[in-house]
């Protein structure tokens, strides 16, 4: 309970008016006034918590008032990952499906469904639900089986991603089947065909991961190599592609450059570690790096699967990673968009809405996560501090959040008025952050910062 003083301007100058505001466990604030001894009255008004958030929205509260009472409350970003809003009564699966390269699979394949729309890339986490009694069967026979389907973005795209699932709930007479998948190896459709009862069946070739070798390989004289010198100091964490070579490595491969037929910078743009260190020089402008509930993978392989599912790029730019079989044309890619998108712009009219540095992440995963809606449409959520006056009905909801702790709001382009997402308001005046944006990746498309004439990235 506490109690604000203002000036009543109705009075005769008679003293102030008290305004007191009780919350009541239930959520509801009553509103209480009274103005002198002869007018004071008790008012049976009330108003909801959404009507008092959002007339006060814009105001700071006190820090020292919130950390006195309340305390400030960080969110735990482990839980848009969980998924809660599916429901509580989900069963875990156990075991892994490991597909060969280059093996010819069959599988349920899943191309035409207008629901999820979106173009899955290995390491993603996809929530599903299924409502057709036929899908529902389909999926549960998968669940006893591999646990792994097929997934592409349309019937005329050629590459997909397998997916695999760990995590389902329903299903029952009449109830929906949520399942909870993680995107797992890429495959190139050789054929399909449905069976009797509508399933898309996929003959499906499982792409390979290739490794590059050392550039410097060729100008090796393997001849002689049994007599050569091994650096002082050794990688420290034994053999492996993924171990950081110390400072007597990176020496050692100086010296051999000047004896190439290339100057050092072509080498370099091959290589995964110099790669890397480019891309994270990049990702620190959008203050990405300085988070430090986000842990940004630094193996080439992991990176760039991590920035393609990441990173708000169209569904065309995702097919083009898909049907690249290196790490280090992935990376190459990816970094020339990294260099050249500096504002994100609405799908339909072109219209500004922000800035990459307002780009930040509120989950484990990243920056930019898939949801599901109680419709089954899955959403791709890039999450922003902020964004160029969009517009934003002022009835909110908690019901099927996707952030615990948070209220949405739809928000749409003032321009065109298409949907573009939504504004995501703290329950709880002590959780940080206040607000933020959830904005849909099929609603933008990154802005080039390129001179007139097409852009194509360099692989």
């Not at 009541?24 to 008790?42: K, L």
């Not at 992935?330 to 998108?341: A, D, M, P, Q, S």
Request: glycine share 6%; charged share 25%.
């Amino acid at each position: 309970l506490f109690s604000i003083k203002m000036d009543s301007d109705e009075s005769d100058g008679s003293g102030d008016s008290d305004i007191e505001l009780e919350e009541r466990p239930d959520g509801v604030i009553v509103v209480e006034m009274s103005d002198s001894e002869e007018s004071r009255q008790s008012t049976d008004d009330t108003l909801s918590l959404d009507d008092v958030f959002f007339r006060h929205e814009d105001e700071e509260l006190n820090e020292s008032q919130i950390n006195s009472v309340n305390g400030v409350q960080n969110f735990d970003p482990s839980l848009p990952t969980q998924h809660t809003y599916l429901g509580e009564q989900m069963e875990e699966l156990s075991g892994r499906t490991v597909l060969d390269d280059d093996e010819f699979v069959s599988m349920v394949l899943i191309s035409d469904m207008s629901e999820i729309g979106v173009v899955v890339i290995p390491g993603q986490t996809i929530p599903l639900t299924f409502f057709h009694p036929i899908m529902i069967t389909e999926m549960k026979s998968i669940i006893q089986d591999n646990k792994t389907f097929g997934i592409r973005y349309s019937p005329e795209a050629i590459y997909g991603t397998t997916l695999e699932i760990f995590e389902y709930g329903g299903g029952d007479a009449n109830e929906s089947l949520s399942v909870k998948c993680k995107g797992r190896q890429r495959f190139k459709v050789v054929s399909s065909g449905r069976q009797l009862n509508g399933i898309e069946i996929g003959k499906l070739k499982m792409l390979p991961e290739i490794v590059l070798p050392d550039p410097l390989m060729s100008i090796h004289n393997l001849s002689i190599s049994r007599y050569k010198v091994k650096p002082k100091a050794t990688r420290l964490c034994g053999s492996g592609d993924s171990c950081k070579p110390t400072q007597s490595d990176a020496e050692y491969f100086v010296k051999k450059y000047p004896i190439t037929a290339w100057p050092t910078w072509v080498y370099k743009q091959y290589s995964g570690e110099h790669l890397v260190e480019r891309i994270m020089r990049e990702l620190r402008k959008w203050k990405l790096v300085e988070q430090k509930v986000l842990v940004i993978p630094q193996d080439p392989l992991e990176l760039s699967y991590w920035l393609a599912q990441s990173l708000p790029l169209d569904n065309t730019q995702r097919q083009t990673i898909l049907s690249l079989n290196s790490s280090i044309q992935r990376l190459r890619y990816e970094l020339c968009i990294l260099e050249r998108c500096k504002i994100l712009c609405c799908k339909y009219c072109g219209r500004f809405t922000a800035n990459y540095e307002e780009i930040f992440s509120m989950s484990l995963e990243g920056p930019q996560s898939a949801y599901v809606n109680p419709g089954g449409y899955v959403h791709e959520t890039i999450t922003l501090h902020k964004v160029n006056n969009l517009n934003v009905f002022v009835r909110r909801s908690v019901e099927h959040s996707w952030f615990p702790g948070y209220a949405w709001s739809i928000a749409t382009c003032p321009e065109c008025s298409n949907h573009m997402g939504w504004l995501f308001t703290a329950t709880c005046p002590s959780l940080r952050p206040k607000k933020f944006w959830g904005i849909v990746r099929n609603s933008v498309v990154p802005s080039l910062n390129v001179e007139e004439g097409s852009f194509e990235p360099v692989i």
